[in-house]
């Protein structure tokens, strides 16, 4: 009698064991994909802004014309350009802001061309993935090329 209660205390350990083993096996796989959907959504976060971005710089309507060497935006498109007209061709979700260096005047049309700051569909407070690139800003009454930073995101 004392021999079989033995073997059936080694089964039920050995039980206990195996379940134990498959149970953590199953918490190792389930945190490694979660890992894995973090970093691909991270990734894929990174590529929008990066698209938004390229989108944002190359577009015709706010760079200057005949400029061969690559974008460079021009202030009085930034002026007058508005959120709608932006989101039609880019849709929702987004913002952009263009600051020259040094300053601190968001522009209007009744202080243009004494500002330095254009900022496109902003809202304060939301959670947001974004990038920043160096830009050149053509001054289009001084004819002069001033260096700004270029921020394009989108809400999360």
Same mark, same amino acid.
């Given at each position: 009698?004392?021999?079989?209660q033995?073997h ?23 945190? =490694?994909?979660?890992? *894995?959907v973090? +970093?691909?959504?991270s ?11 390229k989108?944002? +710089?190359? +577009? ?10 690559g974008?460079?935006?021009e202030? +009085?498109?930034? *002026?007058?350009l ?8 880019m849709?929702k979700? =987004?913002f952009?802001e263009?600051?020259i260096?040094?300053? *601190? ?8 061309p004494?500002?330095?700051? =254009? ?15 160096p ?20 809400y999360?």
């Amino acid at each position: 009698m004392l021999r079989g209660q033995a073997h059936l205390m080694e089964y039920i350990l050995m039980g206990f064991f195996i379940m134990l083993v498959i149970v953590l096996v199953v918490f190792f796989l389930a945190g =490694w994909h979660i890992g *894995t959907v973090k +970093s691909k959504g991270s990734l894929l976060r990174q590529q929008k802004a990066t698209l938004l971005l390229k989108a944002f +710089s190359n +577009s015709p309507y706010l760079n200057k014309e005949g400029f061969k060497e690559g974008g460079m935006l021009e202030d +009085s498109k930034l *002026t007058v350009l508005e959120c709608d007209d932006l989101e039609e061709m880019m849709g929702k979700g =987004w913002f952009a802001e263009v600051r020259i260096l040094d300053s *601190t005047t968001e522009c209007t049309d009744e202080n243009y061309p004494k500002c330095g700051i =254009w900022k496109f569909c902003k809202i304060e407070g939301k959670k947001f993935t974004a990038y920043d690139v160096p830009v050149n800003i053509y001054r289009t009454l001084t004819k002069d090329v001033e260096v700004g930073i270029l921020t394009v995101g989108f809400y999360e």
